[in-house]
């Protein structure tokens, strides 16, 4: 059996024989939700590639203590993916970044579209963003990720075109775009994965991307939902 994995920010680079404290939420949830005991094997990671390996040595009802057996420090990807999900009506955007996550995307930015239903206005930028944080914490845990992506700044369509050029690959999913297997990617640097709400992109947002630099891109002939275009261009680019 695989360990479960839990987060915690402030985890440093530690010793093989060495104890480290869980705290917090996820010491709650390992012993109320996940009632780990004590012997039990189990991982520690700080979101940033640091992943510790121990077992259970000692717990009570807010605290957890872990035996250290193996400590990795992973490597970022040479080449990374950042998703940049159109507001979507219900829980559609969730389930892509969701999903994105347990297929390895570094980092997530919500983007306010012409064409967006759900709009995240004033104090709704600061919530939405939170709820996505915890979605992807969650989904690093389930997949065993060591990397907790990042979710940014909501973004309108203006000051996507404007961080266009801070990418070495801008893509944006359309059915009038070139076909996949036209595609070259870098073999290093940062693709930005650009995916549109249910009503899908206007053409003054694709004609102000394609001025900034982008590649059009469309996935076939069939149209995907916004909560699976996403991760399935993000699942053919990874497999490539």
Same mark, same amino acid.
């Not at 189990?42 to 510790?52: D, K, T």
């Given at each position: 059996?695989?360990?479960?994995?839990?987060?915690?920010?402030?985890?440093?680079?530690?010793?093989?024989?060495?104890?480290?404290?869980?705290?917090?939420?996820?010491?709650?949830?390992?012993?109320?939700?996940?009632?780990?005991?004590?012997?039990?094997?189990?991982?520690?990671?700080?979101?940033?590639?640091?992943?510790?390996?121990?077992?259970?040595?000692?717990?009570?009802?807010?605290?957890?203590?872990?035996?250290? %057996? !193996?400590? $990795?420090?992973?490597? +970022?990807?040479?080449?990374?993916?950042?998703?940049?999900?159109?507001? &979507?009506? #219900?829980?559609?955007?969730?389930?892509?970044?969701?999903?994105?996550?347990?297929?390895?995307?570094?980092?997530?930015?919500?983007?306010?579209?012409?064409?967006?239903?759900?709009?995240?206005?004033?104090?709704?930028?600061?919530?939405?963003?939170?709820?996505?944080?915890?979605?992807?914490?969650?989904?690093?845990?389930?997949?065993?990720?060591?990397?907790?992506?990042?979710?940014?700044?909501?973004? %309108? !369509?203006? $000051?996507?075109?404007? +961080?266009?050029?801070?990418?070495?690959?801008?893509?944006?999913?359309? &059915?009038? #775009?070139?076909?996949?297997?036209?595609?070259?990617?870098?073999?290093?640097?940062?693709?930005?994965?650009?995916?549109?709400?249910?009503?899908?992109?206007?053409?003054?947002?694709?004609?102000?991307?394609?001025?900034?630099?982008?590649?059009?891109?469309?996935?076939?002939?069939?149209?995907?939902?916004?909560?699976?275009?996403?991760?399935?261009?993000?699942?053919?680019?990874?497999?490539?």
């Amino acid at each position: 059996m695989v360990e479960p994995l839990f987060i915690q920010a402030n985890l440093v680079t530690t010793t093989i024989g060495s104890s480290v404290l869980l705290t917090g939420d996820e010491a709650k949830h390992a012993i109320a939700v996940r009632r780990m005991r004590i012997g039990e094997a189990i991982q520690l990671s700080n979101g940033y590639g640091l992943r510790v390996r121990g077992t259970v040595s000692e717990l009570n009802k807010t605290t957890l203590t872990v035996l250290v %057996d !193996s400590v $990795e420090k992973e490597s +970022v990807p040479k080449l990374s993916f950042v998703l940049v999900q159109a507001l &979507a009506k #219900g829980d559609r955007d969730e389930l892509a970044i969701q999903t994105a996550t347990e297929l390895g995307i570094a980092a997530v930015i919500p983007w306010q579209s012409e064409r967006s239903i759900s709009r995240w206005d004033g104090p709704k930028q600061e919530k939405g963003r939170s709820r996505w944080q915890q979605i992807v914490l969650e989904a690093t845990k389930q997949s065993l990720r060591a990397f907790v992506p990042e979710i940014r700044q909501v973004l %309108d !369509s203006t $000051e996507l075109a404007q +961080v266009a050029g801070s990418f070495d690959l801008f893509l944006v999913l359309d &059915a009038s #775009g070139a076909e996949l297997s036209s595609l070259v990617l870098p073999t290093s640097g940062t693709v930005a994965i650009v995916v549109g709400p249910e009503g899908g992109i206007s053409e003054a947002e694709l004609e102000r991307f394609s001025k900034a630099g982008a590649k059009v891109l469309s996935l076939g002939a069939g149209i995907l939902r916004t909560s699976t275009a996403g991760p399935a261009l993000l699942a053919a680019l990874t497999l490539r």
